[in-house]
């Protein structure tokens, strides 16, 4: 009976690390981050495939609902809200349908308190306390649940900050300044709530881990192509992964002994070598018709030019990864790709985008998806093709204008790091230690792990597996 309590009685700590390095953590930095070490040392821990795209939306609705990003409907930050050539909408939380796993804890009675969590704003009601996420207007809005929270927390910290705006950016010292500044004020705050409010199951996602990596990977990375040794900012990485595991030391003591902890990433990090213009190329390659195209040098987005839609076949969006668009006949507005020839084309152009050659004519690595052929179910509008460039050493360049299928600089800004597919994991169970490293797990397996901490029935629909020790 007494163990029954206990296992009733449960609490689990999350802390999400957005874009966190599993080669950082398990590796390079593994001497200075000594509170990640104790739970290395006493829990199961390893590598964590991402979703298809790596990005952080879906990642983190996919990873807590066990769910695809297909099934969830959701491809990106911005998705297609129908089969116009003009109808994206931003991916907030009412995008999400699938239960969370603190809608389930909801469900059964248990309370939790989410900070940070990822496409949680517009706010829902839970069970327990929510701050919502870095895609939140500003503190004007309704970011709390119950809405009486935001009073509490702009108490704490009256200038909370859900993210740095402007993350690429040449002025390096205002961008560190403004992620010390985000990290300190949203962490005042998780330390309240935990100290506050009651609760069975507490996540922090931080999104500054992210940042960091985007703005200053050059003066880490030795292999990066602007790398600066000698550079003031040559250490801010790494100071900043101390400050994570300073702050995740206290919140193990505010938790209790007795709490399951997981730190956590959605996906890695490497170096960004360049962009590979899709629109320029897929214009260039007769894909994509413009009445009017832009001068060479005159940058110009996609959706500011005049496209020919009755003589393109393709377009694309640009981002961390490749988005594809097929102009097919009876679905799009004008659509000139007859249905009967769509496999056939879409076959036809992935081999041709994983062709694309780099700046020297070199091969590059590149990955074509057809969302069909790795997710469970296709709902909502998807991509037609999901393309990694490169290894991911390349993103995907939407606008037009650069006179050339490829660029070394970022249309939206500088840049210094993509998305890796492989995020990592640390579960440290105190009435369980010890285990050591497990390979072959994908994010959509932490969900019904956590379940299975409480003690809780994992729902058939869940799609991944639970996360056990290495035998």
């Not at 009733?8 to 953590?25: N, T």
């Not at 704490?156 to 705006?165: E, G, H, L, N």
């Not at 037009?400 to 597919?421: I, K, L, V, W, Y």
Request: proline share 7%.
């Amino acid at each position: 009976m007494f163990l029954m309590r206990r296992r009733r009685a449960r609490r689990v700590l999350v802390i999400g690390l957005d874009c966190a390095s599993p080669e950082l953590i398990f590796d390079h930095l593994r001497g200075d981050l000594p509170t990640l070490q104790r739970l290395i040392q006493g829990g199961v821990w390893g590598r964590l495939r991402s979703s298809i795209p790596c990005i952080t939306v879906p990642a983190w609705a996919s990873m807590m609902s066990s769910r695809d990003p297909g099934v969830l409907g959701c491809y990106g930050f911005r998705n297609r809200r129908d089969y116009s050539y003009d109808g994206m909408t931003t991916a907030d939380s009412s995008v999400i349908r699938m239960p969370r796993i603190w809608d389930i804890l909801s469900a059964a009675g248990r309370q939790s308190v989410v900070v940070g969590a990822p496409q949680t704003y517009p706010v829902r009601p839970l069970l327990g306390h929510l701050v919502s996420d870095f895609m939140t207007p500003g503190i004007e809005t309704t970011f709390t649940f119950p809405p009486l929270l935001k009073g509490e927390v702009l108490n704490v910290a009256p200038d909370y900050r859900f993210d740095v705006r402007e993350f690429r950016t040449p002025d390096k010292a205002s961008l560190l300044n403004a992620v010390q500044e985000m990290t300190t004020r949203q962490t005042s705050v998780v330390r309240h709530l935990i100290r506050s409010k009651p609760w069975d199951f507490f996540m922090f996602m931080n999104i500054g881990t992210d940042r960091m990596h985007h703005g200053f990977w050059r003066f880490h990375d030795p292999q990066h192509r602007l790398h600066e040794p000698k550079s003031p900012f040559r250490n801010a990485i790494r100071d900043y992964y101390r400050s994570m595991d300073t702050l995740i030391s206290e919140l193990l003591t505010l938790a209790g002994d007795e709490t399951v902890v997981l730190v956590v990433s959605d996906h890695g990090v490497k170096r960004m070598d360049g962009g590979i213009c899709v629109n320029e190329w897929l214009w260039r390659n007769g894909w994509l018709a413009l009445r009017t195209p832009p001068a060479d040098g005159q940058i110009t987005r996609i959706e500011d030019c005049v496209i020919d839609w009755e003589h393109t076949r393709a377009w694309a969006s640009g981002g961390y990864y490749g988005r594809i668009f097929l102009n097919v006949r009876g679905r799009e507005p004008a659509g000139m790709i007859p249905a009967e020839h769509y496999e056939m084309t879409r076959d036809l152009l992935s081999a041709a985008l994983r062709a694309i050659p780099g700046p020297e004519g070199e091969t590059l690595s590149t990955s074509v998806f057809k969302p069909q052929a790795i997710y469970q179910q296709v709902n909502n509008i998807a991509p037609d093709l999901i393309v990694y460039f490169g290894d991911l050493h390349w993103r995907a360049v939407g606008s037009m204008g650069h006179g050339r299928h490829f660029t070394f600089e970022n249309d939206t800004g500088p840049d210094d790091a993509n998305h890796a597919e492989d995020g990592m994991f640390i579960l440290y169970d105190p009435l369980h230690p010890g285990g050591g490293p497990v390979a072959d797990h994908q994010l959509m397996d932490i969900a019904p792990t956590l379940l299975e901490k409480f003690g809780l029935p994992i729902p058939a629909e869940m799609q991944g597996r639970i996360i056990t020790p290495p035998r």
